[in-house]
């Protein structure tokens, strides 16, 4: 079977030949100022001529360089940690405190704004800035208690991709190509990268695709009639259709979401869409279909909004008191309500309400922060500042704070779990800040303000990351020896060096001011003849290697690695409690549900609490503990398989919430049986001597279900499997026997036709079955004879003569032709030191079953890559659409919105009422409807001075001279 692709090696060759270049180029540059200056008699008037020349190439450059090792440190951090990940632990304890921690500390750094607006620039950063800290939390510490919170604080991220992109659109009226290419930047320029170099799809980083769509959807709101834009009424009656169609994409008929999202995207299982990339898509748009709306409406009734505000705090104290009074009570039962009769629903009740009840909240949350111009005024700098790396400290936290995806945690410093947290949150949150430098630095650089120079060097971009991933894809999967691979690739990234410096050095000395600026032309026009002749040189020397096919292994080959038990046992002297408890901590090892063994993201390790007698005497004797640890180092056939202890989620996602397996054989099998129910956190269950054990269809709603059936020789299990097909439909066989037939049958000869009957009665019947299960295998356990209790075991099951039957039963069923794999318990328990943990030569510690359960866990990765089994109900499907879609309640949201855009008020008419009812008559004339009835009557220059002051009082983009974005006060993450 051909090799898979490993699309992240590619990615990370990708980047590693372009920062490689950029090096290389700046590198160059140093070179040739040395020269310049050797050989000058006037030393430092050439050293300021040789900076000023070479500052911009050479400030691009170290960008890009710099860019490249971050990308290639997450890379290095997913891939080929220098210590194994951690698995998360729920932690709701460990959350509070630092949530509490990092809120009463930037409680003391108060900063004052420039003005008292609503909503003023700072005051979003900031709002930003907590919500985003607790989102990280929420994800560090697997705590779930709070999922319905963290769905709220996504909700205003959205809101604020509305509100901060209609106010730009509205005051700016920039809605050129130029503005729509450099927010594409600003949203995905990272993201893209990320996943060239982690191979993964662009809906794992939902965040992304998210923002990007409701920006387009405001765009294009603003952009088409954009003449009504400035009209009496003309704008709320095109928000209003945009309602509608809102309403019916996502509500009324679901049916034109697939056909407008369907004809792109796939319904096929893939890498962050596990319903496929339509539903992901569906689930997560849905979540928030009305967000972004709400907030382009608030930012269109801003300024009544906002100067109602002002008109209350020139109110005298006593009215100004009652009014401010009656607007917190409002918002505070409000939200006290939302918490009491929403955010206690269950999370998959709880997802269907947050398109419609989320704003609740969010808006409670506005008036309360802004409810006098002191709370206004002031903000704090340092969420304001953390706030500004929103979208950075997302993407990093995939690889370089968690690590797998955001689904285990990164170590730095084994054994201290909190010194592992205090560094690697440092480590991350430098990374974010450094990342958010470069992504604005380089959009200064490539997307200028001019359309044509924007247009051309996004072209120039896709093509060098085109021509590097091209080069990249080609040593990766034909040179297999990894160091020629890495002379090939600086070999080119010398040649692309030389033909760009070559250029360089024939540009005269006034344009080298500009050479960043004109570099992409010239590329265009002079580099390509050297890169060409290059690349099929290249493509010459690979095609004349013998080596086709990279390193990464197969699922096949992963399957029979596993059957060789990829790992070793470790011993390790006994713990005292407190220093178990320490270890366990350390570790992220979490105690089974039995005492004898524990289980971490990399390793299983056993007590002193052996089995029988023999762990009695090794206590008081030379107690030791036992670790198994996966090996996929450089050398050992799991490299690349990714083998690792997997934790009871990660089993129970693994195996699918409808899966259903059915286990077969001897007490051997029942112990296997009773490893996987705890490996995946289903309840404990009574040993019962020759009995089945919870029969498929009695488990626990939403959780797989796991049955044994006791059947302890092979023609035991050929007489009751075809019952058991057809009435549990399983999608996993294990079957464990041999041990039986060696000491009652006594008869090799026949034993070998009972197994031969049993795999062709399985063939016969497949074809009949709706599921077609995967085969397990799990062999006899090592015998230890000298410990064989009884005369009858050590004349007729001894290991020599247990072997025979392992032998056998191994050999017909890879003759079978049956999708199957093999856990070999055998080895497992070939320790010499496993002696010591049998009580009777035969039965072991609970230690040695719970690896074999996860070896038997992550063999099933490898089979459904492999094609043999979708354990997973509906997989290679995907889940349809339409099943979040509550008509009712998103007519109500229709009739909210109109409420909104008839009274110009984003609190659907309530205060204007409080102003009517206790403002007293200069408030009611400053706030007329009549005076001011919209917001877009109002000239644009006053608008602007509302929001803040627009381009001029906005903060400069770093490294540049533009100052820009102002009244964006959301959208970049």
């Known amino acids: ?465 085109g021509v590097s991933y091209g080069i990249s894809f080609l040593l990766v999967t034909q040179v297999q020896v990894l160091f020629l691979r890495l002379g090939l690739l600086a070999l080119i990234a010398l040649a692309f060096t030389a033909g760009v410096f070559r250029i360089l050095q024939r540009t005269s000395s006034e344009e080298y001011g500009n050479a960043v600026k004109d570099l992409s032309l010239q590329l265009f026009e002079k580099a390509p003849m050297l890169g060409l002749i290059f690349f099929l040189l290249l493509i010459f020397t690979l095609r004349m290697s013998n080596s086709s096919s990279s390193y990464a292994p197969s699922a096949m080959d992963c399957l029979t690695a596993l059957s060789s038990v990829p790992g070793s046992w470790i011993s390790t002297l006994p713990l005292a409690d407190k220093q178990a408890r320490k270890l366990r901590s350390g570790n992220h090892l979490a105690v089974s549900e039995v005492s004898s063994s524990w289980h971490s993201d990399s390793m299983t390790v056993s007590s002193c609490l052996g089995a029988g007698n023999a762990a009695k005497m090794n206590q008081v004797a030379s107690c030791e503990m036992r670790a198994f640890r996966f090996d996929d180092g450089p050398g050992s056939r799991a490299l690349g398989c990714n083998f690792r202890f997997l934790s009871k989620d990660s089993a129970r996602a693994q195996l699918g919430k409808d899966a259903r397996v059915v286990v077969f054989g001897d007490s051997e099998a029942r112990n296997l049986y009773y490893s996987i129910r705890r490996a995946i956190g289903l309840p404990a269950v009574n040993v019962k001597a020759h009995e089945d054990l919870t029969p498929v269809g009695n488990g626990t709603a939403g959780m797989p279900e796991v049955a044994f059936v006791w059947a302890p020789r092979a023609s035991d299990i050929s007489s009751r499997l075809p019952g058991v097909l057809a009435k549990d439909k399983p999608h996993v066989l294990i079957m464990s026997f041999g041990l039986w037939d060696a000491l009652h049958g006594r008869d090799l000869s026949g034993f070998e036709q009972s197994v031969q009957g049993l795999w062709s009665k399985l063939q016969e019947t497949l074809p009949t079955l709706s599921v077609k299960p995967l085969t397990v295998w799990m062999p006899p356990p090592t015998i230890r004879d000298q410990q064989l209790n009884s005369k009858e075991k050590k004349q007729h099951m001894t290991e020599a003569q247990v072997e025979g039957y392992r032998q056998k039963a191994q050999q017909s069923l890879s003759s079978s032709g049956l999708p199957h794999f093999t856990v070999n318990l055998a080895a497992v328990t070939a320790l010499d030191a496993a002696q010591l943990d049998s009580a009777d030569g035969v039965h072991y510690s609970p230690i040695y079953y719970d690896t074999a359960a996860q070896l038997f866990l992550n063999g099933l990765t490898h089979a459904q890559r492999a094609g043999k089994v979708q354990v997973k109900e509906g997989a290679g499907k995907g889940k349809g659409t339409g099943g979040m879609a509550d008509v009712l309640a998103s007519l109500c949201m229709l009739v909210a919105v109109a409420f909104m855009l008839v009274a110009c008020d984003s609190y659907a008419g309530l205060l204007p009422l409080l102003a009517a009812m206790l403002g007293g008559r200069e408030m009611i004339k400053a706030v007329d409807l009549k005076s001011n009835p919209c917001p877009c009557l109002r000239p644009a220059a006053a608008l602007e001075r509302e929001h803040g002051g627009g381009e001029e009082g906005s903060e400069k983009d770093v490294e540049t001279g533009q100052e820009r974005e102002k009244i964006l006060a959301s959208s970049a993450s």
């Not at 070479?54 to 360089?65: G, M, N, Q, R, W």
């Not at 869409?273 to 009734?301: C, K, P, V």
Request: glycine share 4%.
């Open 1 to 465: 079977m051909a090799a898979a692709i490993p699309w992240h090696d590619v990615g990370a060759g990708c980047i590693a030949l372009i920062g490689t270049v950029a090096l290389c180029i700046l590198a160059s540059l140093k070179l040739d100022s040395l020269s310049n200056i050797l050989k000058s008699g006037s030393v430092e008037r050439l050293v300021v001529e040789t900076e000023q020349k070479f500052e911009p190439l050479s400030k691009f450059c170290k960008d890009i360089v710099i860019l490249c090792f971050i990308l290639l440190f997450t890379y290095q951090c997913e891939y080929y940690p220098v210590f194994p990940h951690l698995a998360k632990e729920h932690d709701m304890d460990m959350f509070w405190f630092a949530t509490l921690l990092f809120l009463a500390y930037s409680f003391t750094r108060w900063q004052k704004s420039r003005s008292d607006d609503l909503l003023g620039r700072e005051q979003t950063e900031e709002w930003k800035g907590w919500m985003q800290f607790m989102f990280l939390l929420y994800h560090y510490c697997a705590a779930s208690e709070v999922y319905n919170i963290i769905r709220v604080m996504i909700t205003s991220y959205l809101w604020m991709t509305g509100f901060g992109n209609f106010s730009f659109f509205y005051i700016k009226k920039d809605y050129g190509i130029v503005r729509v290419l450099q927010m594409m930047w600003r949203l995905n320029f990272f993201v893209f990268l990320l996943m060239i170099v982690q191979g993964n799809t662009y809906i794992l980083y939902y965040i992304c695709p998210l923002h990007t769509f409701f920006f387009l959807a405001t765009w294009l709101t603003m952009r088409v009639c954009s003449n009504l834009n400035y009209s009496k009424w003309g704008v709320r009656v095109k928000l209003f259709v945009v309602a509608v169609i809102i309403f019916t994409i996502w509500d009324a008929a679901p049916w034109l979401f697939d056909f407008i999202f369907g004809t792109f995207m796939g319904r096929a299982p893939c890498k962050g869409a596990t319903s496929g990339f339509l539903y992901e898509w569906y689930f997560r748009t849905s979540l928030d279909h009305w967000s972004t709306f709400l907030g382009m409406i608030f930012a269109l009734n801003y300024p009544f909004t906002n100067l109602w505000f002002k008109e209350l705090a020139k109110l005298p104290a006593q009215s100004q008191t009652k009014i401010t009074a009656i607007v917190a009570a409002v918002a505070l039962t409000l939200m006290v309500l939302w918490f009491c009769f929403v955010f206690t629903l269950p999370k998959l009740q709880y997802n269907n309400t947050n398109a419609f009840l989320a704003p609740v909240p969010m808006l409670s949350y506005i008036l309360l922060r802004n409810l006098t111009p002191l709370m206004r005024t002031w903000y704090c700098d340092i969420l304001h500042d953390f706030g500004k790396t929103t979208l950075e400290t997302y993407l990093l936290q995939h690889h370089v704070w968690l690590t797998s995806n955001a689904k285990t945690l990164l170590q730095l410093i084994p054994g201290h779990p909190k010194c592992n947290f205090f560094v690697c949150t440092i480590l991350y949150f430098v990374l974010s800040r450094e990342t958010h430098r470069l992504t604005m630095s380089l959009r200064a650089v490539v997307l200028p303000d001019s359309k044509l120079p924007c247009l051309r060097n996004t072209c120039l971009f896709f093509a060098v990351l």
